[in-house]
Structures are given as structure tokens and as C-alpha cells.
């Protein structure tokens, strides 16, 4: 099966500044690969999605990167807010399996 | 559009005791996925179905818990008997694509939180 691993486990950035979190997979044939937001006692949610024949989207204050080369892809948030604030998800392979979560804390 | 619809939303049953979790999904979405997310812990798929077809029950625990999605709809999860570490939010996610390769996003329902005492 895929084995997925999500970094770091919990972030904490002030307000305004920016996050990264990075997601490795080994499945070479994964050509999606969302992104996904778990606000506290809430469903999860799609916020940004890439395919493998691109190497970067961006939405707003969110952006995705893509390296197929090294099996890895990462969200990058700007100007962080505090309703930011929630668990992420990577999920390459779509949504057959997903990461451990990043638990993202933006401080006022 | 309707989102996924999923019931009961809470429940709490004792070990040994048998539960069932019913979802409806989005309207002409072709595939339909049954998770089991443990607190602090991402999604697990438990099981997808292509129309009324099983694609993956791979991690299915099948001595105890059975799903199925008859006429290519409704999804119907049950556990029996349940166990306490069954304590859970089961959720339920549906997806348009037409094959499983094809991945596009998964819209997920509320989910059900599952107590075992």
C-alpha cells in the first residue's frame, strides 16, 4: 500500500506569517494529490488539488507544489489568519489514503 | 448542490452490541467511500465502492464489519459485535469520477461518532 508521511505534526506561526507543510508518498502512479482542511468537529474538506502535469497551483493566500521526482508535495499558506487554524491532511492517491495531519495553530 | 447526508450523527452503544451507519451520497457520484477516523488520527478508507461494485475493502476488519451500497446509492456500514476500540467518526465520502483511477475530489458527509462502552 501507499506509505505517506505528513511534516511536522503540529505548527504553530504568528499571525501573517507563512506555513509549509510537506507530505512524502511512495507510490510512483499517484497523479492527484489534494490537499484537505479538518476544522475542529468538522468534515474534511478539499482547499487546493494538484495533477502530476503541473508543478505548481496557487489559489489566493494557499499555493500547492509538486515534486514527482522525489514523491513529494507541499501547502504553502501566506498571510496566515487564525481561521486558518485547523488539521491538514495530504492525501496523494486522491482519497484512498491519507496523511497524518498537521495540526496548524496561528497565534493573534 | 446536496451534500453528502450521513445518520445517525452520534451514537453510543455497549461492546458486543451491533450498530449501523447509513449515507446518501451526492447525486450522480459514482464512487462512495466508507472511513473510520480515531481521534487525533487521519481518515483510514475502510471501503470503496464504484457504483454498487466494490473496488477496495482491503482494510475492512470483515469478521465484524460489512458494508454495501445497493442500486448504486445509498451505503449502508454495519459493525457486529463492536468493539471499544470501534470508537470512532465513521465517515462517508463520495467522489464523480467514473473509475477509480480517475481521482477527483471527495466531497465527505458529517460523520457519525461512534461511542463503544
Redesign the interface.
Known amino acids: 500500500g501507499e506509505n505517506v508521511e505528513q511534516h511536522p505534526s503540529t505548527l504553530s506561526v504568528q499571525e501573517g506569517d507563512s506555513a509549509v507543510i510537506k507530505c512524502t508518498y511512495s507510490d510512483s502512479a499517484s497523479n492527484y494529490f489534494p490537499w484537505y482542511k479538518q476544522e475542529l468537529g468538522k468534515r474534511p474538506q478539499l482547499i487546493i488539488d494538484i495533477r502530476s502535469n503541473v508543478g505548481e497551483k496557487k489559489d489566493q493566500r494557499i499555493a500547492v507544489t509538486l515534486n514527482k521526482t522525489a514523491k513529494h508535495f507541499s501547502l504553502h499558506i501566506t498571510e496566515t489568519q487564525p481561521e486558518d487554524s485547523a488539521v491538514y491532511f495530504c492525501a496523494p492517491v486522491g482519497a484512498l489514503t491519507f496523511g497524518s495531519g498537521t495540526r496548524l495553530q496561528v497565534q493573534p | 448542490e446536496a451534500g453528502v447526508a450521513q445518520s445517525p450523527r452520534y451514537k453510543i452503544i455497549e461492546k458486543r452490541q451491533s450498530v449501523a451507519f447509513w449515507c446518501n451520497p451526492i447525486s450522480g457520484h459514482a464512487t462512495l467511500?466508507w472511513y473510520q477516523q480515531i481521534l487525533?488520527?487521519?481518515?483510514?478508507?475502510l471501503i470503496?465502492f464504484q457504483n454498487n461494485g466494490v473496488v477496495?475493502d482491503?482494510q475492512l476488519p470483515k469478521d465484524r464489519f460489512s458494508a454495501e451500497r445497493l442500486k448504486g446509492v445509498d451505503s449502508t456500514l454495519k459493525i457486529q459485535p463492536a468493539k471499544l476500540e470501534d470508537s470512532a467518526v465513521y465517515?462517508c465520502?463520495s467522489?464523480l469520477?467514473p473509475q477509480p483511477?480517475m481521482?477527483?475530489?471527495?466531497f465527505?458527509?458529517?460523520?457519525t461518532r461512534l461511542t463503544v462502552v
Open positions: 467511500y487525533g488520527q487521519g481518515p483510514k478508507l470503496q477496495d482491503s465517515l465520502a467522489s469520477n483511477v481521482n477527483t475530489e471527495a465527505f458527509g458529517q460523520g
